[in-house]
């Protein structure tokens, strides 16, 4: 191979208008980083759902592990992680206020919505995962507008005694975008996947790494338009830029790839 080339070519974000089974393969099967899908909802549903959200009392992250500040609605399992289990705190916060949907007066459910329209031209319908037949919050709204450190989210290690009823083989990370700032609010992602050794960079009792983790690798930057979808292997390191002006709100949810092919979502 020729000595002079640094980019990787099974390092790339596609954008497509629908997600497609070879795709989502090409993804789980690292031969893409990311998927962007544009206008992922239509104008009015896009309208309608950031109008609900920008009325609702976002809360924070823990803010011990979670600094800067990052503002969420809804439950995830990533303040809940105790020791590696799920704690039983998660399904007492789920049941005190995981209806995400009643909560924001909402018409639909957006999350439901989102399965669908990942699932249509997939040979399974997108459903939510479970846990000991319980199931999870379908995903959470949040709001990083100081940033995300870079880290990377891969249930295998958060949780090794395994979080989803099911066996997988790869995971997503799903993110639609619903009001993005002016200016920064890039999301990065690494050619990187951790190494025993990144734990010296780790910042401290932080989800986050300094910067100096990714030092040598190859990125990609990607600043997310209003109803964007970025579909992305999260187990590459990311991160998202800090920004300013108008709020950073997005949908997420964790996917897994179970081993016959379908699509679990965990928030
Ligand atoms: O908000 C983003 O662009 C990425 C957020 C993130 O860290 C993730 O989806 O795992
Ligand atoms: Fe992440």
Redesign the pocket.
């Known amino acids: 191979m020729d000595a002079t080339v640094s980019h990787d070519p099974l390092f790339e974000i596609v954008t497509s208008s629908t997600i497609q089974r070879n795709t989502l393969a090409d993804l789980a099967a690292e031969k893409i980083a990311a998927i962007r899908i544009p206008d992922f909802l239509t104008a009015q549903e896009q309208q309608d759902l950031l109008e609900r959200l920008l009325e609702a009392e976002f809360e924070s992250y823990g803010s011990e592990r979670v600094y800067p500040q990052v503002m969420r609605f809804g439950v995830a399992v990533s303040d809940y992680n105790e020791h590696g289990t799920l704690s039983d705190r998660y399904w007492e916060a789920l049941d005190s206020n995981g209806d995400i949907t009643g909560r924001l007066k909402l018409p639909y459910d957006p999350f439901r919505l989102c399965r669908e329209r990942i699932g249509a031209e997939l040979p399974f319908p997108v459903e939510i995962g479970t846990r000991r037949g319980r199931s999870f919050a379908p995903g959470v709204f949040r709001e990083p507008n100081n940033g995300?450190q870079v880290?990377f989210?891969d249930a295998r290690r958060e949780f090794p005694t395994n979080l989803v009823d099911e066996n997988l083989i790869a995971q997503f990370?799903f993110n639609l975008y619903l009001s993005v700032p002016e200016e920064g609010g890039e999301t990065v992602i690494w050619r990187h996947h951790w190494m025993p050794e990144d734990e010296s960079h780790r910042l401290p009792n932080s989800y986050g790494y300094a910067e100096t983790v990714v030092a040598r690798a190859e990125s990609l930057e990607i600043r997310p338009n209003v109803g964007d979808v970025l579909l992305l292997n999260?187990r590459f390191f990311?991160a998202v830029r800090p920004s300013r002006g108008a709020r950073r709100i997005s949908l997420g949810f964790s996917l897994g790839l179970t081993d016959d092919g379908r699509l679990l979502t965990w928030g």
């Open positions: 995300f880290h989210d990370a999260p990311h």
